[in-house]
């Protein structure tokens, strides 16, 4: 099974609509990271979680870590067509910011219209 | 936090030949990690390069394979060599946080 499980793996909403996505861990995180991916491109990094409880905005996403749980939620109010995309999470598993990631399955979300 | 140049964005390669890709990083960083994601997939790590020694590579994956230069602490090269089309796939390179905006590679 995979370190790192989201879900859900894709999601189709109406523009407007609020939706979140999850990342599990099944293994102790140390810093845990959003990403959003257009197809075929680089990531683009939106905002990393670090202490339980934590909780962190950006426009109209929010991301949430729930360290007991070692789970993080990633909420978008209102969609828009420029959210659609690949969101990614990925988990530090030791201290330090330069160390690698691991990543989740990914999301794919479409807005529609 | 830190600016990444990677190169080339796209390569279509032949079978049985190698690329290189670079990353140039507008700040020095100890370490580099260099990212593989096959089509469909998510981001797999392939090694870390750190500058003045051998990079360190995961499991699956080999030096013979995906050789990996470090020569200053602002520039790291990743050669995908004797390619398949198994080898296609997007490969990305990372400091810190950052990410490079990808080379996505068709070995046909």
């Known amino acids: 099974s995979q370190e790192l499980e989201q879900s859900p793996q894709s999601l189709i909403v109406q523009e407007g609509k609020n939706l979140t996505i999850n990342c599990t861990s099944s293994?102790?995180?140390?810093?845990l990271y959003w990403y959003k991916q257009k197809y075929g491109e680089g990531l683009i990094f939106l905002m990393m979680?670090?202490?339980?409880?934590e909780e962190k905005s950006h426009e109209k996403i929010t991301a949430k870590l729930d360290e007991k749980k070692q789970q993080s939620s990633l909420h978008i109010t209102a969609s828009q067509p420029s959210h659609a995309g690949i969101y990614l999470c990925?988990?530090?598993?030791?201290?330090?910011?330069?160390?690698?990631?691991?990543f989740g399955t990914g999301t794919r979300l479409q807005v529609t219209l | 936090s830190a600016v990444i140049s990677q190169k080339p964005s796209r390569d279509i390669c032949q079978r049985g030949t190698s690329l290189t890709i670079q990353c140039q990083v507008d700040?020095?960083?100890?370490?580099m990690f260099w990212y593989r994601q096959q089509p469909g997939q998510s981001l797999t790590l392939i090694a870390t390069?750190?500058?003045?020694?051998?990079?360190?590579?995961e499991s699956g994956f080999v030096i013979d394979k995906f050789p990996i230069s470090r020569p200053n602490l602002t520039f790291s090269t990743l050669t995908v060599s004797n390619m398949s089309p198994e080898d296609s796939s997007i490969y990305l390179c990372?400091?810190?946080?950052?990410f490079g905006s990808g080379t996505r590679l068709t070995v046909v």
């Open positions: 700040s020095q960083v100890t370490m």
């Open positions: 990372s400091v810190e946080r950052t």
């Open positions: 990925g988990a530090r598993r030791n201290t330090g910011t330069a160390s690698k990631l691991t």
């Open positions: 293994k102790t995180l140390y810093g």
């Open positions: 390069a750190n500058q003045g020694s051998e990079a360190t590579y």
């Open positions: 979680l670090q202490k339980g409880g």
